[in-house]
């Protein structure tokens, strides 16, 4: 077939601009940034009760719509036939669930033909026969539900829905649009300025579609809804102290009949109570509880009807979450992150024994368990492959993959490899790095190295897929990342580590990783090395811009460089207390002594500065404030500020922000680390016309 060419409007890279693509192996190449418009990303799996079929839910980029766009598709377990799709791109699909005989799947959708165009679509329950057809919608409920699961007997639906005031006021022209609030808790980097509404629990009729909100209140959300076996109640989560807006914590596991009524608090301690889960013979609720913000989560078991929790798990020092029963209620399933990989583990309930399930150099999450038939499926991915589903016995055995959603596309990619090293950090401490080479890696060959710190730091880096650590090696860059102490996977300790040592400890964990790689790997070219990090990272960026010299270049993604000015205006005020032994007020000068703003004087690395307009976790003064302070000393600086986006710009923001995010980052470091006077800026390119078939 004769390739089409079409002109597009989204500026693309091109050797001239950011640098020639590393020539690949096999006719192959690697990895780009616009790559990204072909990806597929599997999610959501769920088994079907008699572990034979598995739903999920694909999306993929509408390039022209700038949009990512679901579609829910089945696939059998024994792998007799290839994964088949049930409900199409039209319906913008999500969270398929199986109705406790398999014969049906509901999801939810905002599919709605005959809304004006432009109008606001809530998402509603639908199901649709797992043999295919029609999709039926069961529900109309004024503001749209989410999180919705079949009660045991599949009459029934529980789901979340948000209500408020203004669902009654005068909606007319006439109508206030101020922003009114008497709580500091007003805004979520997430979702944004709060309205009046708030999150509670709803029960649809399978049948007729009628909805009953059976919980109520302006002063808090409900959340987390769980059935007990015998379908006649329904677990959440809630902080009912009212102080959830004033920045409380203490959410307790709570229960009410599925029709309404007295409400049972299960949970009482001040402690932040979460993920409720019923025993299969409805005595018990499992649910992880945090003392505070900084303290380790634990598994506890209670009595449906409150009483004192048991801490169930001996030792465990890691982050649980994703809670699940097996079938004989001996043992508890948990999802966690350990040393940069995610796996399943469990936890014998009779001698608190913790034991890993799934093991390998890869991510495994999204657990899903037909129980009756000892079977699971999962999504797994690796640095060399993005998600697929995945199925194994409930001891991980007999493991098959069952999709390969971006197998079309990785036959034409030659994908770079992680390597593993670990070296002392401060205090001696192990400290896990990872290296990758430069794709068509030459011995004898020099070459430039981009190090990498992540977010947080409360996070890990690992043997994850990261689409831009790919896109850096294509363009023949060594990337070099760890998970300095600040970060999740290695024990509370580790993570506590950081407490009070912001820009000190953790800098050098991170420079002894750096001088570490670079004298086992004499290849990489110490004289061309940059840096980039968001979030944590980008503080950190903008810390290393001031205390050393090392880099050539750095980019700073959404990072802090004033402390004083972040905590008095982020979401979740004052939220770097715990980090520094007290708030702003009492902690001033720990606060500005660590703020990369105070040594703006000493940057002598030219930066590039990469923030959002909406982003409410480290706001955009932070971006502005640095940048200016730059300009002011006369250093080398320049900032794209983001329109529409938030602090989760590249993880999930508009398609092409995210890639013209990666191409920012390759521009800045072939004009500083490859010395190309000629790179042109993303957003100074010119449209260039592209074949595709």
Same mark, same amino acid.
């Given at each position: 077939?004769?390739?089409?060419?079409?002109?597009?409007?989204?500026?693309?890279?091109?050797?001239?601009?950011?640098?020639?693509?590393?020539? %690949?192996?096999?006719?192959?190449?690697?990895?780009?940034?616009?790559?990204?418009?072909?990806?597929?990303?599997?999610?959501?799996?769920?088994?079907?009760?008699?572990?034979?079929? &598995?739903?999920?839910?694909?999306?993929?980029?509408?390039?022209?719509?700038?949009?990512?766009?679901?579609? $829910?598709?089945?696939?059998?377990?024994?792998?007799?036939? %290839?994964?088949?799709?049930?409900?199409?791109?039209?319906?913008?699909?999500?969270?398929?669930?199986?109705?406790?005989?398999?014969?049906?799947?509901?999801?939810?959708?905002?599919?709605?033909?005959?809304?004006?165009?432009?109008?606001?679509?809530?998402?509603?329950?639908?199901?649709?026969? !797992?043999? /295919?057809?029609?999709?039926?919608?069961?529900?109309?409920?004024?503001?749209?539900?989410?999180?919705?699961? *079949?009660?045991?007997?599949?009459?029934?639906?529980?789901?979340?829905?948000?209500?408020?005031?203004?669902?009654?006021?005068?909606?007319?022209?006439? @109508?206030?649009?101020?922003?009114?609030? !008497?709580?500091?808790?007003?805004?979520?980097?997430?979702?944004?300025?709060?309205?009046?509404?708030?999150? #509670?629990?709803?029960?649809?009729?399978?049948?007729?579609?009628?909805?009953?909100?059976?919980?109520?209140?302006?002063?808090?959300?409900?959340?987390?809804?769980? =059935?007990?076996?015998?379908?006649?109640?329904?677990?959440?989560?809630?902080?009912?102290?009212?102080?959830?807006?004033?920045?409380?914590?203490?959410?307790?596991?709570?229960?009410?009949?599925? /029709?309404?009524?007295?409400?049972?608090?299960?949970?009482?301690?001040?402690? #932040?109570?979460?993920?409720?889960?019923?025993?299969?013979?409805?005595?018990?609720?499992?649910?992880?509880?945090?003392?505070?913000?900084?303290?380790?989560?634990?598994?506890?078991?209670?009595?449906?009807?409150?009483?004192?929790?048991?801490?169930?798990?001996?030792?465990?020092?890691?982050?649980?979450?994703?809670?699940?029963?097996?079938?004989?209620?001996?043992?508890?399933?948990?999802?966690?992150?350990?040393?940069?990989?995610?796996?399943?583990?469990?936890?014998?309930?009779?001698?608190?024994?913790?034991?890993?399930?799934?093991?390998?150099?890869?991510?495994?999450?999204?657990?899903?368990?037909?129980?009756?038939?000892?079977?699971?499926?999962?999504?797994?991915?690796?640095?060399?492959?993005?998600?697929?589903?995945?199925?194994?016995?409930?001891?991980?055995?007999?493991? @098959?993959? +069952?999709?390969?959603?971006?197998?079309?596309? =990785?036959?034409?990619?030659?994908? %770079?490899?992680?390597?593993?090293?670990?070296?002392?950090?401060?205090?001696?401490?192990?400290?896990?790095?990872?290296?990758?080479?430069?794709?068509?890696?030459?011995?004898?060959?020099?070459?430039?190295?981009?190090?990498?710190?992540?977010?947080?730091?409360?996070?890990?880096?690992?043997?994850? =897929?990261?689409?831009?650590?790919?896109?850096?090696?294509?363009?023949?860059?060594? &990337?070099?990342?760890?998970?300095?102490?600040?970060?999740?996977?290695?024990?509370?300790?580790?993570?506590?580590? $950081? &407490?009070?040592?912001?820009?000190?400890?953790?800098? $050098?964990?991170?420079?002894?990783? &750096?001088?570490?790689?670079?004298?086992?790997?004499?290849?990489?070219?110490?004289?061309?090395?940059?840096?980039?990090?968001?979030?944590?990272?980008?503080?950190?960026?903008?810390?290393?811009?001031?205390?050393?010299?090392?880099?050539?270049?750095?980019?700073?993604?959404?990072?802090?460089?004033?402390?004083?000015?972040?905590?008095?205006?982020?979401?979740?005020?004052? /939220?770097?207390?715990?980090?520094?032994?007290?708030?702003?007020?009492?902690?001033?000068?720990?606060?500005?002594?660590?703020?990369?703003?105070?040594?703006?004087?000493?940057?002598?690395?030219?930066?590039?500065?990469?923030?959002?307009?909406?982003?409410?976790?480290?706001?955009?003064?932070?971006?502005?404030? *640095?940048?200016?302070?730059?300009?002011?000393?006369?250093?080398?600086?320049?900032?794209?500020?983001?329109?529409?986006?938030?602090?989760?710009?590249?993880?999930?923001?508009?398609?092409?922000? +995210?890639?013209?995010?990666?191409?920012?980052?390759?521009? *800045?470091?072939?004009?500083?680390?490859?010395?190309?006077?000629?790179?042109?800026?993303?957003?100074?390119?010119?449209?260039?016309?592209?074949?595709?078939?």
């Amino acid at each position: 077939m004769m390739n089409r060419t079409r002109l597009l409007l989204v500026p693309l890279l091109c050797a001239a601009a950011l640098g020639a693509q590393t020539p %690949a192996s096999g006719g192959k190449r690697g990895v780009t940034a616009e790559d990204y418009f072909a990806f597929k990303f599997a999610a959501d799996p769920r088994i079907s009760p008699d572990g034979k079929q &598995v739903v999920y839910v694909v999306s993929r980029v509408d390039r022209e719509r700038n949009r990512r766009v679901p579609s $829910i598709w089945v696939v059998a377990t024994d792998g007799s036939s %290839a994964p088949r799709q049930m409900i199409d791109e039209s319906y913008s699909a999500g969270g398929p669930r199986w109705s406790p005989d398999g014969a049906t799947i509901a999801f939810t959708s905002s599919f709605n033909p005959s809304a004006p165009a432009g109008a606001p679509r809530a998402a509603q329950l639908w199901t649709v026969s !797992a043999a /295919g057809g029609t999709p039926k919608r069961i529900s109309s409920v004024a503001n749209g539900v989410s999180n919705c699961s *079949w009660s045991p007997d599949g009459a029934r639906f529980v789901c979340l829905t948000r209500t408020g005031p203004s669902d009654s006021l005068n909606t007319g022209p006439d @109508k206030s649009d101020v922003r009114h609030y !008497a709580q500091s808790n007003y805004k979520f980097n997430d979702t944004g300025w709060f309205d009046d509404k708030r999150t #509670h629990v709803c029960v649809i009729d399978g049948s007729t579609g009628t909805a009953h909100q059976i919980t109520e209140g302006d002063s808090w959300n409900d959340t987390d809804p769980s =059935w007990s076996p015998d379908g006649t109640r329904i677990a959440f989560v809630s902080d009912r102290t009212g102080h959830e807006f004033d920045h409380g914590h203490n959410t307790d596991i709570w229960t009410i009949p599925y /029709g309404g009524g007295r409400l049972t608090q299960v949970t009482t301690s001040p402690a #932040h109570d979460a993920g409720p889960v019923w025993s299969p013979d409805g005595r018990s609720i499992a649910y992880v509880s945090a003392a505070n913000e900084d303290a380790a989560p634990q598994v506890y078991v209670i009595a449906t009807e409150g009483g004192t929790p048991r801490k169930v798990a001996k030792n465990l020092d890691l982050l649980p979450g994703g809670l699940q029963w097996s079938d004989d209620a001996k043992e508890i399933y948990f999802e966690t992150g350990v040393r940069g990989e995610n796996h399943l583990f469990d936890v014998d309930l009779a001698s608190g024994a913790v034991r890993q399930v799934t093991h390998g150099a890869r991510a495994v999450r999204s657990v899903s368990f037909a129980k009756s038939a000892h079977v699971m499926a999962y999504l797994a991915n690796d640095f060399q492959n993005l998600d697929d589903i995945y199925v194994a016995g409930t001891d991980a055995s007999a493991e @098959k993959k +069952l999709t390969d959603v971006n197998g079309v596309l =990785w036959k034409t990619l030659d994908l %770079a490899s992680v390597q593993r090293m670990t070296y002392k950090g401060a205090d001696g401490w192990d400290v896990d790095g990872f290296l990758v080479k430069p794709v068509g890696w030459v011995a004898g060959k020099k070459y430039p190295m981009v190090l990498s710190v992540h977010g947080g730091p409360a996070g890990q880096y690992g043997v994850d =897929w990261y689409h831009e650590f790919q896109v850096d090696a294509g363009k023949g860059y060594a &990337v070099f990342f760890t998970n300095p102490r600040g970060s999740t996977g290695y024990g509370s300790k580790f993570q506590q580590g $950081i &407490v009070k040592e912001w820009g000190g400890k953790d800098y $050098i964990d991170i420079m002894n990783g &750096v001088k570490f790689v670079t004298a086992a790997n004499p290849w990489i070219d110490t004289t061309r090395i940059g840096m980039t990090g968001g979030s944590y990272g980008g503080y950190m960026a903008n810390w290393m811009a001031g205390h050393t010299n090392y880099f050539k270049a750095i980019v700073t993604l959404r990072g802090i460089s004033n402390f004083l000015t972040d905590d008095a205006t982020r979401d979740g005020a004052y /939220g770097h207390s715990g980090d520094f032994g007290g708030d702003i007020f009492t902690q001033r000068d720990l606060f500005w002594d660590r703020s990369p703003l105070k040594y703006v004087k000493d940057v002598n690395t030219p930066i590039l500065i990469l923030h959002s307009d909406n982003d409410y976790r480290v706001p955009l003064e932070q971006g502005e404030q *640095w940048f200016r302070a730059l300009k002011h000393f006369n250093k080398t600086a320049e900032i794209v500020m983001f329109p529409r986006e938030n602090h989760n710009l590249t993880r999930t923001g508009e398609p092409k922000h +995210l890639v013209e995010s990666m191409n920012w980052q390759l521009y *800045w470091f072939d004009k500083y680390l490859n010395g190309n006077a000629k790179a042109i800026a993303p957003d100074r390119m010119t449209p260039v016309a592209r074949a595709t078939p």
